[in-house]
Structure formats: C-alpha cells, structure tokens
C-alpha cells in the first residue's frame, strides 16, 4: 500500500496554524505579510512531513501568454511614459503583451513585486531605472532565469544588459550652452540628490564641472528638494511642484541670476509658470533649459530649449535585447548556453528652442 499524501491540513496542525496560512505560505502569496516565524513553521513542517507540491494542471492546448514585465518608479513623468511607448511599440511586433510594475520609488513594493517574478514568470523584465541597489542579488538571480535589460545611468555597474546613458554627459552639454550665451551666474534645480537617485546627482555634477572648468563655480546655485518628496511622489504633481516651488523659493532668496536649469523637462515647466507668476519673462529677463525633449517640450506657450536622449530608441532597444536573450536561449549551438551582455548607448544632442537667449549685456559675436 503506497505512502498517504501529505496535505496542507496535515502540516497546518503540526505548525499550529491555520490551513490557510499554510496555503498562502506554500503558495508564496507575498500580498499577505507574514513573521519570519511563522513561514519558518510551516516550510520547517512540510519538509519534516515529505511534503509534495502539486503539479499545476494546464488545459490541453493552453498557450502560455507571452508576457513581459516593466518596471517603473514614477509614470507622472512623461519621460516613462516615452520608455514605455517605445517598449510596447517593439514588444506589439514581436506579439508580446506588457505587464507593468510603478514601484512609486518604494522599496516594499519594488521587492513585492521582485517576488511575483518567480510565480509570474514572464519571458522577460525590464528596469525603466536603476534598480535599488538592497535588491541587486534577487535581481541578479532573477536575470539566470529570465532575461533582464536595464535602461540604466552609465555610472552604475550592473552585470545585466543595459541601454545606458552618460548623465553627467547631459549635464555638461546644458552648461555649456548657458555659458556660451554668457549666463556666468544661473541657478540649477533638482529633485532630492539621494544616494539611490544617483543618475540625478552625476546631471548636477556635470553642469558643475563646467562651470568650475571656467573658474564660475561659486556662480551656480544648486536647489534640490527635500527626500520626503520622491516618498510623496504618488500623491503629487511630482517634479513640475519641485520646479515651481523652488524657484519662488529661489526668487524670495536673489534676483541677481540670469538663467535657470531644470534637471528635467516637468521641472523646467514649473520654473517657467513660477517666472510667469512673478512677471519675469523668459528669455528675456530669464533663460530657462530642461532635459529629456519630452512631448510636452513642444506644446508650451515658449517651447522649451532641452537636451534629446532618444528616449523612446531607448525603450524600443530594452525590448530588442530582450528578444536577442530570449532567441539564444531557444537556439542550442553547443551543449553550453550562451552567455552575453548588451551594451547601448546614445550620443544626447542639444535642441534650442524659445526659452534660451543672450544674457542681459551679452550679444553674439
């Protein structure tokens, strides 16, 4: 007579818990939160018991849904909104359907969502952003079993593919083109400069290293929100607030600058309606640049001078790696399964616009 089945009953009375609690444990339903005791009674039971998940029974001639996951942290900027369109644009062509994860920059729900990946299990993940750096390792053993691309700051050493870019790069373009329309004392501002936001911090550093390479330095203003905002940022008009309130912060404190940076396009939004506010004109009394030549860029009453990245490349290149992972591992060459790591990079480009001029006194030689 064959051994009796171990059932979820049997190990929910020798851990003390409910049948339920056994399920959801087993079933690693990570939407329910459990103590760490309490998933070690349970696995500790089932394994002392001989316990043998049961194979899921798929319908005869079911086809699995060819699924990819994205993860965002914020989709109140249309930057994300540009990745996205270019990944669904590629990923429609090659029949593949979009699953997408706004981590709104929390680490509870970045990690909850890492966790669905094994259950879910898409045929591919791409990072919109830097992955926070606590979660590295799962992300790393996800990327064994399931293709990863980050679209990434190039400053970051990932062992994933990536689609990278240089920010400190964009940030010296932005000076550059400041300093050659005479602005010697601007001002730039950020959202909060934190250690996981890194990508911001090397924009600032960038536009700083080429002020300070013309002995202008101590010219430059830099205003960064506080840290609770990126926690609010759900709940917010997220960075065109940033751009707004500090720059009437930024004109209580001095009149005496010439031109303002936005670390991006929706910062650069709120510093113009701000200027508008307080009646200064841009570019006359004002110049004012952003980043990321977002669609918006090009609707406002003065288009907007920012910097092309080729956003929407970006995301279509994210899901073409994705497809190069998920093709090698379907094509067996050699007993050994290939190994690669993809690279790709865009040269950001400057784009004038309506919102920079002259300083006052300056004229084109």
Same mark, same amino acid.
């Given at each position: 007579m064959g051994k009796k089945k171990v059932t979820s009953? +049997?190990?929910?009375?020798?851990?003390?818990?409910s049948q339920s609690t056994v399920s959801m444990v087993l079933n690693k339903k990570y939407n329910v939160s459990f103590s760490k005791e309490t998933v070690e009674k349970v696995e500790n039971a089932a394994k002392e018991l001989g316990y043998v998940p049961p194979k899921r029974k798929t319908k005869?001639?079911? %086809?699995?849904?060819?699924?990819?996951?994205?993860? /965002?942290?914020?989709?109140?900027?249309?930057?994300?909104?540009?990745?996205?369109?270019?990944?669904?644009?590629?990923?429609?062509?090659?029949?593949?359907?979009?699953?997408? /994860?706004?981590?709104?920059? =929390?680490?509870?729900?970045?990690? %909850?969502?890492?966790?669905?990946?094994?259950?879910?299990?898409?045929l591919g993940i791409i990072y919109t952003c830097n992955p926070s750096h606590c979660f590295m390792d799962l992300l790393k053993?996800?990327?064994?079993?399931?293709?990863?691309?980050?679209?990434?700051?190039?400053?970051?050493k990932m062992s994933v593919d990536a689609v990278e870019l240089d920010n400190s790069k964009l940030g010296r373009i932005m000076a550059r083109h400041l300093l050659e329309l005479g602005h010697r004392k601007v001002a730039y501002i950020a959202p909060p400069l934190t250690a996981r936001q890194k990508q911001r911090s090397k924009r600032v550093e960038g536009f700083l290293k080429v002020y300070e390479q013309a002995g202008l330095r101590d010219q430059v203003?830099?205003?960064?929100?506080?840290?609770?905002?990126?926690?609010?940022?759900?709940?917010? =008009?997220?960075?065109?607030?940033?751009?707004? +309130?500090?720059? %009437?912060?930024?004109?209580?404190?001095?009149?005496?600058?010439?031109?303002?940076?936005?670390?991006?396009?929706?910062?650069?939004?709120?510093?113009? =309606?701000?200027?508008?506010?307080?009646k200064i004109k841009v570019p006359a009394d004002m110049s004012v640049m952003g980043c990321d030549?977002?669609?918006?860029?090009?609707?406002?009453?003065?288009?907007?001078?920012?910097?092309?990245?080729?956003?929407?490349?970006?995301?279509? +290149?994210a899901c073409d790696i994705i497809m190069k992972k998920i093709a090698s591992h379907h094509t067996q060459y050699s007993e050994t399964p290939p190994i690669s790591t993809y690279h790709v990079e865009y040269e950001p480009k400057l784009i004038v616009r309506g919102t920079t001029a002259y300083a006052k006194g300056k004229k084109k030689k």
């Amino acid at each position: 007579m064959g051994k009796k089945k171990v059932t979820s009953t +049997d190990i929910a009375r020798a851990a003390g818990v409910s049948q339920s609690t056994v399920s959801m444990v087993l079933n690693k339903k990570y939407n329910v939160s459990f103590s760490k005791e309490t998933v070690e009674k349970v696995e500790n039971a089932a394994k002392e018991l001989g316990y043998v998940p049961p194979k899921r029974k798929t319908k005869k001639g079911a %086809r699995q849904e060819k699924l990819l996951v994205i993860f /965002c942290s914020n989709l109140t900027n249309p930057y994300y909104v540009m990745l996205l369109q270019g990944i669904e644009s590629r990923a429609k062509e090659q029949g593949f359907g979009l699953f997408v /994860c706004n981590t709104q920059r =929390d680490l509870r729900m970045e990690e %909850r969502y890492l966790k669905m990946m094994w259950e879910l299990r898409p045929l591919g993940i791409i990072y919109t952003c830097n992955p926070s750096h606590c979660f590295m390792d799962l992300l790393k053993e996800l990327s064994e079993k399931i293709p990863v691309a980050v679209i990434n700051n190039q400053n970051e050493k990932m062992s994933v593919d990536a689609v990278e870019l240089d920010n400190s790069k964009l940030g010296r373009i932005m000076a550059r083109h400041l300093l050659e329309l005479g602005h010697r004392k601007v001002a730039y501002i950020a959202p909060p400069l934190t250690a996981r936001q890194k990508q911001r911090s090397k924009r600032v550093e960038g536009f700083l290293k080429v002020y300070e390479q013309a002995g202008l330095r101590d010219q430059v203003i830099i205003k960064a929100a506080r840290e609770e905002f990126d926690q609010d940022v759900a709940l917010i =008009d997220s960075e065109y607030k940033i751009g707004y +309130d500090l720059t %009437r912060e930024l004109l209580q404190e001095t009149r005496d600058i010439t031109a303002i940076a936005g670390l991006n396009d929706m910062i650069a939004f709120g510093i113009m =309606d701000a200027l508008h506010e307080a009646k200064i004109k841009v570019p006359a009394d004002m110049s004012v640049m952003g980043c990321d030549n977002t669609l918006f860029a090009r609707m406002h009453k003065v288009e907007l001078t920012t910097i092309e990245h080729f956003v929407i490349f970006k995301g279509r +290149d994210a899901c073409d790696i994705i497809m190069k992972k998920i093709a090698s591992h379907h094509t067996q060459y050699s007993e050994t399964p290939p190994i690669s790591t993809y690279h790709v990079e865009y040269e950001p480009k400057l784009i004038v616009r309506g919102t920079t001029a002259y300083a006052k006194g300056k004229k084109k030689k």
